[in-house]
């Protein structure tokens, strides 16, 4: 008598970066573009030429946000940037902690040949570390590599953008007075 064996995939989960995240840096470059604005129209050259510099890395890093995915799947994981796409494979993971890296908590997979780090400040994150640890609870990795995951301290990034919000707002305000 034969047995079939179903095997059932799981639906790739994709997960991007928070709006606590995106939204904020979303008001800073529309308020430097604002006060950018202001300066070419009351002809400060010097002051505009630096608001232009601050400009081009915080478009980049914007535009890289918006497009950060990580896509999580039986197999294992993409993790794609607007300059880059890592894929990792569940049974090559020999290493995974939580770490701070300045303001944030950044999550470093390492499978012996490339490292992943993938900032934590994303939307459903309860979700990710559930799936990052039901794919990798059999595996042989550091002692309290799990517990890491379980810390929070993941919003000190948005509180620091909503200040610059803020900070901007201020100085575009003085700025057309």
């Known amino acids: 008598m034969a047995l079939l064996v179903f095997h059932i995939?799981?639906?790739?989960?994709v997960f991007r970066t928070a709006k606590a995240m995106v939204l904020?840096?979303?008001?800073?470059?529309?308020?430097?573009?604002?006060?950018?604005?202001?300066?070419?129209?009351?002809?400060?050259?010097?002051?505009?030429?630096?608001?232009i510099c601050l400009?081009?890395?915080?478009?980049?890093?914007?535009?890289?946000?918006?497009?950060?995915?990580?896509?999580?799947?039986e197999k294992g994981m993409l993790y794609s940037t607007l300059f880059r796409k890592k894929r990792i494979e569940w049974d090559?993971?020999?290493?995974?902690?939580?770490?701070?890296?300045?303001?944030?908590?950044?999550?470093?997979?390492?499978?012996?040949?490339?490292?992943?780090l993938i900032p934590m400040v994303m939307e459903k994150r309860g979700e990710f570390?559930?799936?990052?640890?039901?794919?990798?609870?059999?595996?042989?990795?550091?002692?309290?590599?799990?517990?890491?995951?379980?810390?929070?301290?993941f919003w000190a990034e948005p509180l620091f953008l909503w200040v610059a919000v803020a900070a901007l707002a201020l100085i575009l305000l003085l700025r057309l007075r």
């Open 129 to 153: 570390i559930r799936l990052i640890k039901d794919r990798l609870r059999e595996k042989d990795l550091p002692e309290g590599a799990f517990e890491s995951l379980e810390h929070g301290g």
């Open 24 to 51: 904020p840096m979303g008001a800073v470059l529309l308020l430097s573009l604002a006060l950018l604005g202001t300066m070419i129209i009351k002809g400060d050259k010097g002051f505009a030429i630096v608001v």
């Open 55 to 73: 400009l081009l890395p915080l478009s980049v890093v914007f535009f890289s946000w918006l497009r950060r995915r990580i896509e999580v799947d």
């Open 92 to 116: 090559s993971v020999k290493d995974l902690r939580l770490f701070t890296a300045g303001l944030k908590k950044v999550l470093y997979l390492d499978d012996g040949e490339k490292v992943v």
């Open 9 to 13: 995939d799981m639906e790739t989960k």
